[in-house]
């Protein structure tokens, strides 16, 4: 089976990206297409299928075939002239800025596959499938991605890798390299004004931690590595971490090299140590990911509190950090854990398997300990 997408904007002021995906050599009456319910990272629910707008499929002579919804992240297309090729058409509404989501206007195409790439039932089947994924864009944009790119088309074969990879095109970026050892890492910063950032000064620091965190874990699970930053005019903070590369996005952009510095530094090194904490080295239950159910496990405190912990301390091992700075940081999760009266309601085990219902907001106050917090205090 081939999956051909493609991916434009329309009218990219109306925030839809439009998606078309041929299907070829299908041999199935009924065939399901199903879109990831959560991206790994963010451990609840996403219902991304909540942006899906239009959806529809047309047989090989052009004819509206017949969908049925079964569930909210499934489309059912009956096939019944048994035709071999199938054209799906949707879009998705791109409308939040953050690290692991999409936005798309006029300046930027942005998206995070698993929000909008759906994939062919049985999804087991991953080995046998291809996927295809070429971006209409206009001329003068650069595309960003840790995905190997030919001529604005990507080739995979392997669905996780493809959802684990977001996908930018912009005019709007700035780029540089270094190497470690046999690893090349690149930073790109994406900001409709590059004013506001100083490679001379990132450049130094980045190499200083990427190289503490390689010498710490010995080898890489990747041969190049991509930093993705956005900087925002407004406040922000948020990472997401990937096996090949990282978003970060962060704000407001006038602070980036002032202010926001360190955070900046904090986030970049704690996604980086990911790299292997979490997108190598996982619990058993999200060994395959399953997209579309909640991925229950006790261990939030290891892959996000010991990241923590050490995404700071080996900024302060490798010299970006003065001790001063990684103190700060230790005290500011010692601050939390000591006022909040959640540690006497929830263990952290169970704080981490309800990350699926509360662990991104606050719902019912002192009900549970932060995995990020306590995790920190406990490695
Ligand atoms: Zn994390």
Request: charged share 20%; with cysteine; hydrophobic share 35%.
């Amino acid at each position: 089976m081939e999956l051909n997408f493609t991916i434009t904007q329309k009218n990219p002021a109306s925030r839809y990206i439009n998606v078309t995906l041929q299907l070829q050599n299908v041999n199935q009456k009924r065939l399901t297409l199903l879109l990831p319910r959560w991206r790994p990272g963010r451990y609840e629910m996403g219902h991304f299928s909540k942006n899906i707008q239009n959806f529809r499929a047309l047989d090989s002579k052009g004819k509206q075939m017949l969908v049925m919804k079964n569930n909210a992240y499934t489309w059912e297309i009956f096939n019944d002239n048994s035709d071999t090729t199938v054209l799906v058409e949707y879009n998705y509404y791109a409308n939040e800025y953050n690290a692991g989501a999409c936005f798309a206007n006029e300046d930027i195409l942005y998206f995070n596959p698993v929000h909008l790439l759906m994939n062919i039932a049985p999804t087991n089947d991953h080995q046998k499938t291809k996927y295809i994924i070429r971006l209409d864009i206009p001329k003068h944009y650069k595309i960003i991605t840790s995905l190997k790119v030919i001529k604005n088309t990507i080739t995979s074969y392997d669905y996780d890798e493809l959802l684990d990879s977001p996908i930018i095109a912009t005019p709007y970026v700035q780029s540089f390299s270094y190497k470690i050892d046999e690893y090349k890492f690149y930073v790109h910063h994406i900001d409709l004004h590059q004013k506001y950032i100083d490679f001379n000064k990132l450049k130094p620091d980045f190499e200083k931690f990427t190289k503490q965190i390689l010498r710490f874990w010995g080898n890489a699970p990747f041969k190049e590595y991509h930093f993705i930053i956005h900087s925002l005019p407004y406040s922000y903070y948020h990472g997401v971490e990937h096996l090949k590369n990282t978003v970060i996005v962060i704000g407001p952009h006038h602070q980036l090299m002032n202010k926001l510095y360190d955070e900046l530094l904090g986030i970049a090194s704690h996604e980086l140590f990911h790299a292997w904490n979490i997108k190598t080295i996982r619990p058993k239950q999200m060994f395959p990911y399953n997209y579309y159910t909640e991925n229950y496990s006790e261990l939030g405190f290891i892959y996000e509190g010991f990241t923590t912990y050490y995404g700071d301390k080996l900024l302060w091992q490798s010299g970006v950090f003065s001790t001063e700075q990684f103190f700060r940081c230790i005290n500011e999760r010692l601050n939390r854990h000591y006022l909040n009266g959640g540690k006497y309601s929830q263990s952290l085990l169970n704080s981490s398997i309800d990350t699926w219902v509360d662990g991104y907001v606050n719902i019912a106050p002192h009900k549970k300990v932060s995995i990020y917090d306590e995790g920190c205090i406990l490695a």
